[in-house]
């Protein structure tokens, strides 16, 4: 519900209609249409999102991307071997 105080002169300032001419049917407006996605495109996307993610963590990439932003000192060190 939307509360506006000058309904009518906003109608006419963009020249609306005050009133709706033709009432839709029940069940047939645009509230009750949904978006189907296309599945195959979803999980494709997933795997790629995940694949780069896995990448990101199993190399040094991530390391050589998050060092710039320590100080010197702290960049020279090298990180500790995962377990």
Do not use: W
């Amino acid at each position: 519900v939307i509360h506006v105080v000058h309904v009518n002169s906003l109608a006419n300032r963009f020249t609306l209609p005050l009133e709706p001419l033709e009432a839709p049917s029940i069940g047939e407006g645009g509230v009750f249409m949904g978006i189907d996605y296309s599945k195959p495109l979803v999980i494709g996307v997933l795997a790629f999102i995940l694949l780069c993610l896995y990448g990101f963590i199993r190399t040094d990439v991530g390391f050589r991307m998050l060092r710039a932003s320590q100080s010197k000192s702290q960049r020279d060190t090298q990180p500790e071997p995962m377990v």
